[in-house]
Protein backbone atom coordinates (compact mmCIF):
# COMPACT_ATOMS: atom_id res chain seq x y z
CA UNK A 1 0.00 0.00 0.00
CA UNK A 2 1.07 3.82 -0.68
CA UNK A 3 1.70 5.99 2.61
CA UNK A 4 0.73 9.66 1.55
CA UNK A 5 2.49 11.68 4.14
CA UNK A 6 0.99 14.47 5.72
CA UNK A 7 2.24 17.81 7.09
CA UNK A 8 0.71 19.63 9.59
CA UNK A 9 -1.12 21.91 7.82
CA UNK A 10 -4.88 22.99 7.61
CA UNK A 11 -4.89 21.59 4.33
CA UNK A 12 -3.29 18.23 4.68
CA UNK A 13 -5.15 17.60 7.90
CA UNK A 14 -8.09 18.04 5.88
CA UNK A 15 -7.10 15.45 3.44
CA UNK A 16 -5.96 13.20 6.39
CA UNK A 17 -9.37 13.60 7.87
CA UNK A 18 -10.97 12.82 4.53
CA UNK A 19 -8.89 9.66 4.13
CA UNK A 20 -10.48 8.59 7.58
CA UNK A 21 -14.09 9.36 6.63
CA UNK A 22 -13.43 6.95 3.75
CA UNK A 23 -13.02 4.03 5.59
CA UNK A 24 -8.60 4.37 5.69
CA UNK A 25 -6.05 3.92 8.33
CA UNK A 26 -4.50 7.54 9.49
CA UNK A 27 -1.45 7.38 11.81
CA UNK A 28 -2.10 10.81 13.87
CA UNK A 29 0.48 12.23 16.42
CA UNK A 30 -0.50 12.14 20.65
CA UNK A 31 0.97 13.56 23.36
CA UNK A 32 1.64 9.70 24.91
CA UNK A 33 2.19 7.92 21.34
CA UNK A 34 1.51 7.89 17.80
CA UNK A 35 -1.84 6.60 17.11
CA UNK A 36 -3.37 4.14 13.74
CA UNK A 37 -6.37 5.70 13.60
CA UNK A 38 -9.52 4.30 12.11
CA UNK A 39 -13.58 5.21 11.76
CA UNK A 40 -14.68 3.99 15.17
CA UNK A 41 -18.05 3.90 13.99
CA UNK A 42 -17.15 1.82 10.58
CA UNK A 43 -16.49 -2.02 11.42
CA UNK A 44 -14.80 -2.55 8.25
CA UNK A 45 -12.28 0.43 8.44
CA UNK A 46 -11.30 -0.77 12.23
CA UNK A 47 -10.48 -3.92 11.15
CA UNK A 48 -7.67 -2.80 8.75
CA UNK A 49 -5.78 -1.47 12.18
CA UNK A 50 -5.98 -5.26 13.10
CA UNK A 51 -4.28 -5.65 10.08
CA UNK A 52 -1.92 -2.93 9.83
CA UNK A 53 -0.93 -4.22 13.16
CA UNK A 54 -0.92 -7.71 13.11
CA UNK A 55 -2.29 -7.39 16.38
CA UNK A 56 -4.87 -10.42 17.66
CA UNK A 57 -8.47 -8.91 17.51
CA UNK A 58 -9.22 -9.87 21.20
CA UNK A 59 -7.59 -6.42 22.09
CA UNK A 60 -9.92 -3.85 22.44
CA UNK A 61 -9.70 0.04 20.77
CA UNK A 62 -9.66 3.38 22.65
CA UNK A 63 -11.39 6.01 20.75
CA UNK A 64 -10.57 9.48 20.38
CA UNK A 65 -12.94 12.44 20.76
CA UNK A 66 -11.81 15.81 20.21
CA UNK A 67 -14.49 17.02 23.18
CA UNK A 68 -16.55 15.96 26.03
CA UNK A 69 -19.60 16.99 24.61
CA UNK A 70 -19.08 13.86 22.39
CA UNK A 71 -18.99 11.25 24.95
CA UNK A 72 -22.52 10.85 25.73
CA UNK A 73 -22.92 9.70 21.98
CA UNK A 74 -21.15 6.44 22.32
CA UNK A 75 -21.59 5.33 26.45
CA UNK A 76 -24.15 4.59 27.84
CA UNK A 77 -24.14 6.09 31.18
CA UNK A 78 -21.54 8.90 32.18
CA UNK A 79 -20.67 8.78 35.68
CA UNK A 80 -19.84 11.93 37.70
CA UNK A 81 -16.39 10.88 38.63
CA UNK A 82 -15.80 11.12 34.46
CA UNK A 83 -17.65 14.71 34.43
CA UNK A 84 -14.80 15.55 37.33
CA UNK A 85 -11.69 13.74 35.84
CA UNK A 86 -12.54 15.20 32.47
CA UNK A 87 -12.53 18.67 33.74
CA UNK A 88 -9.20 17.97 35.52
CA UNK A 89 -7.16 15.62 32.91
CA UNK A 90 -8.91 16.14 29.42
CA UNK A 91 -7.59 16.89 26.93
CA UNK A 92 -4.70 14.51 28.26
CA UNK A 93 -3.14 10.83 28.69
CA UNK A 94 -6.31 9.27 30.17
CA UNK A 95 -8.39 6.77 28.78
CA UNK A 96 -11.59 6.34 30.55
CA UNK A 97 -13.77 3.01 30.69
CA UNK A 98 -17.60 3.05 30.05
CA UNK A 99 -20.14 1.39 29.72
CA UNK A 100 -20.54 1.37 25.43
CA UNK A 101 -23.76 2.28 23.18
CA UNK A 102 -24.67 -0.10 20.91
CA UNK A 103 -23.14 2.13 18.15
CA UNK A 104 -20.10 0.97 19.22
CA UNK A 105 -19.00 -2.29 16.80
CA UNK A 106 -17.44 -4.97 18.32
CA UNK A 107 -14.31 -4.82 16.27
CA UNK A 108 -13.62 -1.55 18.43
CA UNK A 109 -14.65 -3.56 21.48
CA UNK A 110 -13.49 -6.31 21.24
CA UNK A 111 -16.76 -8.03 22.16
CA UNK A 112 -16.78 -6.27 25.48
CA UNK A 113 -19.71 -4.46 26.84
CA UNK A 114 -17.05 -1.36 27.49
CA UNK A 115 -15.70 1.49 25.41
CA UNK A 116 -12.23 3.01 26.24
CA UNK A 117 -12.56 6.93 25.25
CA UNK A 118 -9.59 9.72 25.21
CA UNK A 119 -9.35 13.32 24.43
CA UNK A 120 -5.77 13.61 23.25
CA UNK A 121 -3.99 16.76 24.21
CA UNK A 122 -1.90 17.41 21.46
CA UNK A 123 -2.99 20.35 18.89
CA UNK A 124 -2.17 18.49 15.38
CA UNK A 125 -4.68 15.63 16.96
CA UNK A 126 -7.14 17.61 18.14
CA UNK A 127 -7.06 19.76 15.06
CA UNK A 128 -7.12 16.13 12.73
CA UNK A 129 -10.12 14.83 15.45
CA UNK A 130 -12.34 18.05 14.56
CA UNK A 131 -11.74 17.76 10.61
CA UNK A 132 -12.63 14.09 11.07
CA UNK A 133 -16.01 14.54 12.90
CA UNK A 134 -16.51 10.40 13.75
CA UNK A 135 -14.82 8.99 16.18
CA UNK A 136 -11.23 7.29 15.99
CA UNK A 137 -10.34 4.21 17.39
CA UNK A 138 -6.45 4.17 17.37
CA UNK A 139 -4.11 1.79 19.01
CA UNK A 140 -0.34 3.11 19.11
CA UNK A 141 0.99 3.04 15.42
CA UNK A 142 3.52 0.45 16.58
CA UNK A 143 3.85 -3.35 14.60
CA UNK A 144 2.60 -5.63 17.12
CA UNK A 145 4.89 -6.35 19.76
CA UNK A 146 7.41 -3.48 19.44
CA UNK A 147 7.82 -0.55 21.11
CA UNK A 148 5.22 2.30 20.82
CA UNK A 149 6.26 5.07 18.55
CA UNK A 150 7.16 8.71 19.77
CA UNK A 151 8.50 9.90 16.71
CA UNK A 152 7.41 10.41 13.38
CA UNK A 153 10.54 8.21 12.43
CA UNK A 154 9.24 5.19 14.85
CA UNK A 155 6.01 5.78 13.01
CA UNK A 156 7.50 5.27 9.35
CA UNK A 157 9.63 2.20 10.43
CA UNK A 158 7.02 0.20 11.33
CA UNK A 159 3.77 2.04 9.41
CA UNK A 160 4.81 3.10 6.09
CA UNK A 161 3.24 1.32 3.39
CA UNK A 162 0.89 -0.36 6.01
CA UNK A 163 -1.84 2.77 6.72
CA UNK A 164 -3.05 4.70 4.25
CA UNK A 165 -1.87 8.11 5.87
CA UNK A 166 0.91 9.46 8.34
CA UNK A 167 0.61 12.91 9.87
CA UNK A 168 3.79 14.21 10.66
CA UNK A 169 3.94 15.63 14.04
CA UNK A 170 6.05 16.95 16.76
CA UNK A 171 8.00 13.66 18.96
CA UNK A 172 5.37 12.87 21.85
CA UNK A 173 5.69 14.88 24.43
CA UNK A 174 4.71 12.31 27.24
CA UNK A 175 6.23 9.24 25.85
CA UNK A 176 4.10 6.47 27.29
CA UNK A 177 0.35 5.97 26.86
CA UNK A 178 -2.51 6.95 28.54
CA UNK A 179 -3.48 5.66 32.27
CA UNK A 180 -6.49 3.13 31.29
CA UNK A 181 -9.03 3.70 34.38
CA UNK A 182 -11.74 1.78 34.17
CA UNK A 183 -15.04 3.35 35.69
CA UNK A 184 -17.44 0.46 35.33
CA UNK A 185 -16.20 -1.28 38.63
CA UNK A 186 -17.44 -0.64 42.24
CA UNK A 187 -14.07 1.57 42.90
CA UNK A 188 -12.71 3.07 39.83
CA UNK A 189 -9.42 1.08 38.96
CA UNK A 190 -6.15 1.65 37.00
CA UNK A 191 -5.45 -1.26 34.07
CA UNK A 192 -3.03 0.05 32.92
CA UNK A 193 -0.71 2.71 34.74
CA UNK A 194 0.09 5.59 32.08
CA UNK A 195 1.01 9.61 32.01
CA UNK A 196 -1.61 10.58 34.78
CA UNK A 197 -0.82 9.01 38.07
CA UNK A 198 -2.87 6.78 40.52
CA UNK A 199 -1.69 9.34 42.73
CA UNK A 200 -3.17 12.48 40.97
CA UNK A 201 -6.22 10.29 40.66
CA UNK A 202 -6.71 9.51 43.96
CA UNK A 203 -6.50 13.43 44.56
CA UNK A 204 -9.96 13.99 42.41
CA UNK A 205 -11.58 10.46 43.09
CA UNK A 206 -10.12 9.52 46.56
CA UNK A 207 -9.90 5.64 46.62
CA UNK A 208 -8.50 4.56 43.43
CA UNK A 209 -7.16 0.53 42.41
CA UNK A 210 -4.47 -0.37 40.86
CA UNK A 211 -4.92 -3.67 39.00
CA UNK A 212 -1.83 -5.84 39.39
CA UNK A 213 0.04 -5.21 36.14
CA UNK A 214 2.89 -8.34 35.96
CA UNK A 215 1.51 -11.27 37.95
CA UNK A 216 0.13 -13.53 34.95
CA UNK A 217 -2.24 -15.42 37.69
CA UNK A 218 -5.89 -14.77 36.13
CA UNK A 219 -6.62 -13.20 32.56
CA UNK A 220 -6.14 -9.05 33.13
CA UNK A 221 -8.91 -7.43 32.73
CA UNK A 222 -7.59 -5.08 30.05
CA UNK A 223 -6.49 -7.54 27.28
CA UNK A 224 -3.74 -5.72 26.17
CA UNK A 225 -1.59 -6.46 29.39
CA UNK A 226 -1.71 -10.01 28.61
CA UNK A 227 0.51 -9.78 25.23
CA UNK A 228 4.47 -9.86 24.71
CA UNK A 229 4.94 -5.81 24.33
CA UNK A 230 8.05 -4.11 23.61
CA UNK A 231 10.32 -6.61 23.55
CA UNK A 232 13.53 -5.36 22.06
CA UNK A 233 15.40 -8.25 20.31
CA UNK A 234 18.36 -8.46 22.82
CA UNK A 235 17.31 -10.45 26.34
CA UNK A 236 16.98 -7.40 28.42
CA UNK A 237 17.34 -7.52 32.60
CA UNK A 238 16.95 -5.31 34.80
CA UNK A 239 19.58 -4.61 37.37
CA UNK A 240 18.94 -5.03 40.83
CA UNK A 241 22.04 -3.67 43.48
CA UNK A 242 24.42 -0.53 43.69
CA UNK A 243 25.30 1.40 40.48
CA UNK A 244 28.85 0.49 41.31
CA UNK A 245 28.15 -3.94 41.18
CA UNK A 246 25.82 -2.95 37.76
CA UNK A 247 28.80 -1.14 35.95
CA UNK A 248 31.56 -4.29 37.61
CA UNK A 249 28.86 -6.49 36.02
CA UNK A 250 28.35 -4.63 32.42
CA UNK A 251 31.93 -4.60 31.98
CA UNK A 252 32.49 -8.19 32.15
CA UNK A 253 29.02 -8.75 29.79
CA UNK A 254 30.85 -6.79 27.15
CA UNK A 255 33.66 -8.95 27.26
CA UNK A 256 31.37 -11.92 26.56
CA UNK A 257 28.77 -10.51 24.23
CA UNK A 258 27.37 -7.39 23.17
CA UNK A 259 25.53 -4.68 25.79
CA UNK A 260 23.84 -2.00 25.66
CA UNK A 261 22.60 0.30 29.12
CA UNK A 262 19.59 2.18 29.50
CA UNK A 263 20.96 4.29 32.49
CA UNK A 264 20.21 7.61 34.71
CA UNK A 265 22.98 10.33 33.49
CA UNK A 266 23.56 10.54 37.69
CA UNK A 267 25.46 7.00 36.41
CA UNK A 268 27.35 7.92 33.57
CA UNK A 269 30.49 8.10 34.78
CA UNK A 270 30.39 5.13 36.27
CA UNK A 271 29.47 2.85 33.74
CA UNK A 272 31.90 1.28 31.49
CA UNK A 273 31.99 2.63 27.49
CA UNK A 274 32.61 -0.97 26.11
CA UNK A 275 28.59 -0.77 26.62
CA UNK A 276 26.41 1.37 24.25
CA UNK A 277 25.26 3.73 26.91
CA UNK A 278 21.21 4.72 26.30
CA UNK A 279 20.64 7.73 29.10
CA UNK A 280 17.15 7.36 30.46
CA UNK A 281 17.66 11.32 31.58
CA UNK A 282 18.23 12.46 35.10
CA UNK A 283 16.97 9.78 38.20
CA UNK A 284 15.52 12.24 39.80
CA UNK A 285 13.02 13.23 36.92
CA UNK A 286 10.37 10.26 35.79
CA UNK A 287 8.80 12.78 32.61
CA UNK A 288 12.54 12.41 31.17
CA UNK A 289 12.61 8.78 31.20
CA UNK A 290 8.99 8.28 30.18
CA UNK A 291 9.95 10.72 27.02
CA UNK A 292 13.23 8.69 26.21
CA UNK A 293 12.08 5.17 26.88
CA UNK A 294 10.63 3.70 24.00
CA UNK A 295 13.78 6.01 21.38
CA UNK A 296 15.76 3.70 23.93
CA UNK A 297 14.41 0.72 23.27
CA UNK A 298 14.08 1.31 19.49
CA UNK A 299 17.72 2.30 19.48
CA UNK A 300 18.82 -1.21 21.37
CA UNK A 301 16.86 -3.09 18.52
CA UNK A 302 19.42 -1.04 15.54
CA UNK A 303 21.97 -1.65 17.42
CA UNK A 304 21.41 -5.34 17.35
CA UNK A 305 22.91 -6.12 20.73
CA UNK A 306 22.84 -8.97 22.98
CA UNK A 307 21.93 -8.13 25.95
CA UNK A 308 20.05 -4.71 27.37
CA UNK A 309 20.51 -4.05 31.26
CA UNK A 310 18.27 -1.39 33.04
CA UNK A 311 18.08 0.12 35.97
CA UNK A 312 15.27 -0.63 38.91
CA UNK A 313 12.64 2.00 38.80
CA UNK A 314 10.63 3.18 41.83
CA UNK A 315 7.02 2.69 41.68
CA UNK A 316 5.80 6.33 42.59
CA UNK A 317 3.70 8.52 39.75
CA UNK A 318 4.81 9.07 36.96
CA UNK A 319 7.55 6.00 37.32
CA UNK A 320 4.90 3.43 37.79
CA UNK A 321 4.00 3.59 34.02
CA UNK A 322 7.98 3.47 33.02
CA UNK A 323 8.42 0.50 35.48
CA UNK A 324 5.54 -1.30 34.05
CA UNK A 325 6.74 -1.26 30.16
CA UNK A 326 10.34 -1.51 30.85
CA UNK A 327 9.77 -4.55 33.34
CA UNK A 328 7.69 -6.07 30.75
CA UNK A 329 10.28 -5.37 28.01
CA UNK A 330 12.25 -8.02 30.70
CA UNK A 331 9.72 -9.78 31.13
CA UNK A 332 10.05 -9.38 34.25
CA UNK A 333 13.96 -10.99 34.53
CA UNK A 334 15.20 -8.99 37.85
CA UNK A 335 19.23 -10.04 38.13
CA UNK A 336 20.57 -9.39 41.85
CA UNK A 337 23.92 -8.03 40.60
CA UNK A 338 25.64 -9.41 44.32
CA UNK A 339 25.29 -12.38 43.46
CA UNK A 340 24.10 -13.06 39.94
CA UNK A 341 26.07 -15.80 37.78
CA UNK A 342 27.69 -15.68 33.98
CA UNK A 343 27.47 -18.90 32.68
CA UNK A 344 29.12 -19.90 29.05
CA UNK A 345 27.81 -22.56 27.00
CA UNK A 346 30.75 -24.18 25.06
CA UNK A 347 30.61 -26.82 22.13
CA UNK A 348 32.04 -27.46 18.63
CA UNK A 349 30.29 -25.08 16.11
CA UNK A 350 28.13 -22.66 18.47
CA UNK A 351 25.18 -23.20 15.84
CA UNK A 352 23.41 -26.23 17.62
CA UNK A 353 24.19 -27.47 20.86
CA UNK A 354 25.32 -24.33 22.80
CA UNK A 355 23.16 -22.08 21.10
CA UNK A 356 20.18 -23.93 21.76
CA UNK A 357 21.76 -24.62 25.85
CA UNK A 358 21.71 -20.35 25.45
CA UNK A 359 18.35 -19.89 24.33
CA UNK A 360 17.06 -22.97 26.63
CA UNK A 361 18.90 -21.19 29.99
CA UNK A 362 17.92 -17.62 29.23
CA UNK A 363 14.30 -18.43 29.86
CA UNK A 364 14.89 -20.73 32.93
CA UNK A 365 15.14 -17.52 35.11
CA UNK A 366 17.64 -18.26 37.43
CA UNK A 367 19.52 -15.50 38.94
CA UNK A 368 22.54 -15.31 35.52
CA UNK A 369 22.87 -14.58 32.46
CA UNK A 370 24.25 -17.14 29.59
CA UNK A 371 26.21 -17.08 26.70
CA UNK A 372 27.71 -19.33 24.52
CA UNK A 373 30.57 -19.89 21.72
CA UNK A 374 32.45 -22.72 19.40
CA UNK A 375 35.50 -23.88 19.89
CA UNK A 376 35.45 -24.03 16.09
CA UNK A 377 32.95 -21.59 15.15
CA UNK A 378 32.72 -20.12 11.55
CA UNK A 379 30.27 -17.60 11.93
CA UNK A 380 26.61 -17.48 10.07
CA UNK A 381 22.95 -18.00 12.50
CA UNK A 382 21.68 -21.80 14.42
CA UNK A 383 21.21 -24.32 12.50
CA UNK A 384 16.87 -24.37 11.40
CA UNK A 385 16.43 -27.67 13.19
CA UNK A 386 17.82 -25.60 16.33
CA UNK A 387 15.97 -22.85 15.63
CA UNK A 388 12.86 -24.90 15.93
CA UNK A 389 13.61 -26.99 18.32
CA UNK A 390 14.56 -24.51 20.60
CA UNK A 391 11.33 -22.68 19.62
CA UNK A 392 9.33 -25.80 20.60
CA UNK A 393 10.30 -25.34 24.18
CA UNK A 394 9.88 -21.55 23.97
CA UNK A 395 13.25 -20.22 23.41
CA UNK A 396 13.68 -17.98 20.42
CA UNK A 397 17.45 -18.39 19.15
CA UNK A 398 16.60 -17.49 15.13
CA UNK A 399 18.86 -13.94 16.18
CA UNK A 400 21.36 -16.27 17.07
CA UNK A 401 25.01 -16.00 15.78
CA UNK A 402 27.93 -18.13 15.83
CA UNK A 403 30.52 -17.10 18.16
CA UNK A 404 34.26 -18.03 18.06
CA UNK A 405 35.33 -18.67 22.30
CA UNK A 406 37.63 -16.55 23.43
CA UNK A 407 40.19 -16.27 26.50
CA UNK A 408 38.47 -13.36 27.35
CA UNK A 409 35.09 -14.83 27.54
CA UNK A 410 36.92 -17.46 29.52
CA UNK A 411 38.10 -14.98 32.25
CA UNK A 412 34.76 -13.40 32.15
CA UNK A 413 32.85 -16.43 32.92
CA UNK A 414 32.14 -17.69 36.11
CA UNK A 415 30.69 -21.03 35.37
CA UNK A 416 32.01 -22.61 31.89
CA UNK A 417 30.01 -25.89 30.35
CA UNK A 418 30.44 -27.93 27.70
CA UNK A 419 28.55 -30.31 26.06
CA UNK A 420 31.24 -33.32 26.20
CA UNK A 421 34.35 -34.61 27.64
CA UNK A 422 36.56 -33.85 24.94
CA UNK A 423 35.21 -30.20 24.36
CA UNK A 424 36.32 -30.13 28.24
CA UNK A 425 39.67 -31.60 27.56
CA UNK A 426 40.70 -28.83 24.95
CA UNK A 427 40.22 -25.83 27.08
CA UNK A 428 42.81 -24.14 29.05
CA UNK A 429 43.70 -25.14 32.57
CA UNK A 430 42.44 -22.75 35.65
CA UNK A 431 38.30 -21.56 34.85
CA UNK A 432 35.55 -23.25 36.43
CA UNK A 433 34.82 -25.80 33.53
CA UNK A 434 32.39 -28.70 34.41
CA UNK A 435 30.68 -30.58 31.18
CA UNK A 436 26.83 -30.07 31.39
CA UNK A 437 25.76 -33.32 32.66
CA UNK A 438 28.69 -32.98 35.17
CA UNK A 439 27.56 -30.19 36.78
CA UNK A 440 24.06 -31.35 36.46
CA UNK A 441 25.24 -34.21 38.21
CA UNK A 442 24.45 -37.01 35.84
CA UNK A 443 26.33 -39.50 33.58
CA UNK A 444 26.86 -39.09 29.81
CA UNK A 445 27.13 -36.57 27.45
CA UNK A 446 25.45 -33.96 24.84
CA UNK A 447 25.85 -35.77 21.42
CA UNK A 448 26.06 -33.46 18.01
CA UNK A 449 22.61 -33.42 16.37
CA UNK A 450 24.39 -31.62 13.57
CA UNK A 451 23.23 -33.20 10.39
CA UNK A 452 20.44 -34.76 12.00
CA UNK A 453 16.72 -34.39 11.31
CA UNK A 454 14.04 -32.49 13.68
CA UNK A 455 13.68 -35.73 16.25
CA UNK A 456 17.77 -35.78 16.55
CA UNK A 457 16.95 -32.16 17.34
CA UNK A 458 13.87 -32.43 19.04
CA UNK A 459 15.69 -34.81 21.69
CA UNK A 460 18.91 -33.20 22.26
CA UNK A 461 16.60 -29.93 23.00
CA UNK A 462 14.81 -31.84 25.58
CA UNK A 463 18.19 -33.44 26.70
CA UNK A 464 19.50 -29.91 27.03
CA UNK A 465 16.64 -28.27 28.98
CA UNK A 466 16.33 -31.21 31.50
CA UNK A 467 19.62 -30.49 32.42
CA UNK A 468 19.44 -27.14 32.79
CA UNK A 469 16.59 -27.27 35.33
CA UNK A 470 19.18 -29.95 37.88
CA UNK A 471 21.49 -27.19 36.94
CA UNK A 472 21.96 -25.33 40.51
CA UNK A 473 24.22 -22.05 40.78
O1 LIG B 1 -1.94 6.72 24.85
C1 LIG B 1 -2.65 5.83 24.38
O2 LIG B 1 -3.54 5.27 25.04
C2 LIG B 1 -2.41 5.46 22.90
C3 LIG B 1 -2.75 6.68 22.05
C4 LIG B 1 -2.71 6.39 20.58
O3 LIG B 1 -3.98 7.18 22.44
N1 LIG B 1 -3.20 4.33 22.55
C5 LIG B 1 -2.90 3.08 22.99
O4 LIG B 1 -3.72 2.11 22.50
O5 LIG B 1 -1.97 2.83 23.71
P1 LIG B 1 -3.40 0.55 22.60
O6 LIG B 1 -4.47 -0.09 21.80
O7 LIG B 1 -2.00 0.29 22.19
O8 LIG B 1 -3.63 0.21 24.09
C6 LIG B 1 -4.94 0.29 24.63
C7 LIG B 1 -5.00 -0.44 25.95
C8 LIG B 1 -4.91 -1.92 25.76
O9 LIG B 1 -4.16 -2.48 26.84
C9 LIG B 1 -6.37 -2.36 25.81
O10 LIG B 1 -6.52 -3.70 26.23
C10 LIG B 1 -6.94 -1.39 26.81
O11 LIG B 1 -6.27 -0.17 26.55
N2 LIG B 1 -8.38 -1.17 26.57
C11 LIG B 1 -8.95 -0.53 25.54
N3 LIG B 1 -10.31 -0.59 25.62
C12 LIG B 1 -10.59 -1.27 26.75
C13 LIG B 1 -11.80 -1.69 27.39
N4 LIG B 1 -12.99 -1.41 26.89
N5 LIG B 1 -11.69 -2.39 28.54
C14 LIG B 1 -10.48 -2.69 29.06
N6 LIG B 1 -9.31 -2.34 28.49
C15 LIG B 1 -9.36 -1.64 27.35
MG1 LIG C 1 -0.04 -0.47 22.19
Avoid at 311 to 329: C, H, M, Q, S, T
Wanted: net charge negative; aromatic share 6%; charged share 25%.
Amino acid sequence: METRIFENTPQDLKAAAELIRKGETVVFPTETVYGLGANALDAGAVKKIFTAKGRPSDNPLIVHIADFGQVKQFVAEVPDAAKVLAEKFWPGPLTMIFKKKPCIPTEVSAGLDTVGIRIPDDKTAREFLRECGVPVAAPSANISGRPSPTTFSHVLQDMNGRAAGIIKGQDSEVGVESTVLDLTSDIPTILRPGGVSAEQLREVLGEVLVSSELKNDGVPKAPGMKYKHYSPKGQTYILSGTAEQAAAFVKRRCAVTTVAVLMFDEFRDLMPDCAKLLSLGSKACPEEAAHRLFDCLRECDALEVKEIYAPEIPEDGLWRAVRNRLYKAAAARIINVADAKSVLFVCTGNTCRSAMAEGLFNMSRKNAVSASAGLFASGGGAEPNAILAAAELGADIKNHESTQLTYEMLENSDIILTMTESHKASLPQGFNIKTITEFAGVQGEVNDPYGGDIEVYRSCAAQIKSLIERVKL
